[in-house]
Nanobody
Framework: QVHLVESGGGSVEAGGSLRLSCEASRYICLGWFRQAPGKEREGVAAIYTADGTTYYANSVKGRFTISQDNAENTLYLQMNSLKPEDTAMYYC???????????????WGQGTQVTVSS
């Protein structure tokens, strides 16, 4: 049974930080996506759960960190130096296929809103 439940979204000023969490069943690949109003959903980051290899979109590289706590079955996205353009609904996703931030994922959470004000 798929179980993906996000938390940790909110509102923050530009330059601030937020950490998103996702209760995630164990899959080969876990990732974070986001969708801003009027825009297509885009991959942000992914992690290959077997060895912790991470993948990032260029737009967040160096600012966001994806990580996992296997003992707690929890996926995280630490977001630092947030910008107004990071404002979006953020989704946790899971896949048993190839792992990268921009590949199709099979399962999705409900999303958590992140709003960054200038």
């Amino acid at each position: 049974q798929v179980h993906l439940v996000e938390s940790g979204g909110g509102s923050v000023e530009a330059g601030g930080s937020l950490r998103l969490s996702c209760e995630a069943s164990r899959y080969i690949c876990l990732g974070w996506f986001r969708q801003a109003p009027g825009k297509e959903r885009e991959g942000v980051a992914a992690i290959y759960t077997a060895d912790g290899t991470t993948y990032y979109a260029n737009s967040v590289k160096g600012r966001f960190t994806i990580s996992q706590d296997n003992a707690e079955n929890t996926l995280y996205l630490q977001m630092n130096s947030l910008k107004p353009e990071d404002t979006a609904m953020y989704y946790c996703a899971a896949s048993d296929g190839r792992c990268d931030y921009d590949v199709p994922f099979n399962f999705w959470g409900q999303g958590t809103q992140v709003t960054v004000s200038s």
